[in-house]
């Protein structure tokens, strides 16, 4: 069981190629996945092009069509090519952004909050109106699930292990009934993308899953087909959207640079298209205070299983 899942897998995350970009200006690097090779070091500094992170919430396949747009808009506004590191895990982008290896990076809070003291917030995108977003229990509708409780001695999806959503929160959830993923799951794996968690869950191939609600909430907007068989059982407290953040190396003129195209998206045609694609209000600057309830999450959860 657990072969043919990591299977289904590697087809969902591999099966599309994302190779086919028609801009010039931007390179992704899917297939660099080490995490201290010498050959990707930078100068921050250096003009002559921008290094990007992005941790994977979503498949490659999903993660470049939500994002290519946006990193072109940008890349022309800057006039440098924009290379693409897509890591496969939230803490190998934590240490590029910790070696300085990249200008800037799309994390989620949970990886936010693991890294803070080594990165600047550089803004959040704001969602119908509001910087904060939900982790979802979710299992199929044909299930007599109901609750997370009801999950007991079923399979399960987490995220990432740094993941507030995808992994975090239901911990929170297994610690307050003195339980633990081993002893309260059948089985349980990790996906490393929120819409391969929901594409598994609706396809029954497991049980359940904790989502980000943004990536769940534009799927039930967009691809209606992917959630059609999804019940969502459990909704947590609110936490702070997933930031764009800098390594605290990056000079301030870059990062006023940077942060000023991000504010003013919104305010002409064309990237206030982009925006729309990916349903996005607008990008704005956020206090780290948002995160409080992150923070909060991380440390009951490190107190509580010793982690």
């Not at 490393?192 to 899953?209: K, L």
């Amino acid at each position: 069981m657990i072969k043919n899942i990591l299977l289904l897998i590697t087809v969902l995350v591999f099966g599309v190629s994302c190779n086919n970009s028609k801009s010039k200006r931007t390179v992704i690097d899917f297939d660099d996945n080490s995490i201290n090779s010498q050959n990707n070091n930078k100068d921050i500094n250096n003009p002559k092009a921008i290094y990007i992170a992005i941790a994977s919430m979503t498949s490659p396949k999903e993660t470049y069509k939500h994002y290519s747009e946006l990193i072109e808009y940008i890349s022309n506004k800057v006039g440098y090519p924009i290379y693409i590191k897509q890591k496969k895990t939230y803490k190998e982008v934590n240490i590029l952004l910790e070696n300085g290896e990249v200008d800037f990076a799309f994390i989620c809070s949970g990886a936010f909050v693991e890294e803070y003291k080594k990165i600047k917030l550089l803004v959040a995108p704001e969602i119908n109106h509001k910087t904060s977003y939900q982790a979802y229990i979710i299992a199929r509708k044909d299930s007599e699930i109901e609750s997370f409780k009801d999950l007991e001695h079923h399979s399960f999806a987490f995220t990432d292990p740094l993941s507030n959503t995808g992994r975090l929160y239901p911990q929170k959830l297994l610690s307050e009934m003195n339980r633990n993923d081993d002893d309260f799951f059948s089985h349980s794996i990790f996906t490393y993308g929120h819409d391969i968690s929901i594409q598994m869950v609706n396809r029954g191939i497991i049980d359940g899953a904790s989502v980000h609600s943004l990536i769940f909430d534009y799927l039930t907007l967009y691809n209606p087909e992917k959630v059609e068989n999804i019940k969502v059982v459990k909704k947590s407290h609110i936490f702070g959207n997933p930031p764009i953040v800098t390594p605290n190396s990056l000079s301030k003129e870059h990062f006023n640079e940077y942060q000023k195209i991000f504010l003013n998206l919104h305010n002409d045609s064309i990237g206030k298209s982009i925006l729309k694609k990916i349903n996005i209000d607008q990008f704005v600057v956020v206090d780290e205070k948002i995160y409080e309830s992150v923070f909060q999450l991380k440390e009951f959860v490190k107190n509580e299983t010793g982690k």
